[in-house]
């Protein structure tokens, strides 16, 4: 009966560690966010991209093969627990509360823009990894 709760229990410390991962970032960027909120744009930046990279090492075909809860124990708890993409729409509404509609569709288009781009670039680095394993193992 352990052995079946097992992964849930192990993504939720996941989790924890990515919510604290998130709170001391949060914190450490404090200073720089009174305009815009930096810390969370950077933490939905580099969480993008390193689910991204993560995904591609580590899907079928890539160069780390790791178990299904490990997976799951990285991107579900570890990434969810450290990205903050909820945060981003209520201090994107709160900008617009606060009468500032300007560093709203700023706070928006920054999220978006550096966060699809850090995707891609995961992308690409797990491809160009993969494809380097390929030439070494010939």
Known sequence: MFANSLPPILIALGGAAGTLLRYWIGMATA??????????IFI????????????????????LQISDTGR????????????????????????LRNG?????L??????????MASVSA?????QTINHAQIRESK
């Open 122 to 126: 995961g992308y690409l680095a797990a």
């Open 100 to 104: 500032t509609p300007g560093r709203a």
């Open 44 to 63: 939905n930046m580099t969480g993008s991209f390193v689910i991204a990279l993560f995904a591609g090492l580590t899907a079928a075909g890539g160069r």
């Open 106 to 115: 700023l706070n928006i288009t920054l999220s978006i823009v550096l966060c």
């Open 31 to 40: 200073r720089w966010s009174h305009s815009l909120p930096w810390g969370t």
């Open 72 to 95: 799951l124990v990285f991107m579900v708890g570890l990434c969810g627990g450290y990205t903050t993409f909820s945060s981003f729409s209520l201090q994107t509404l709160d900008l």
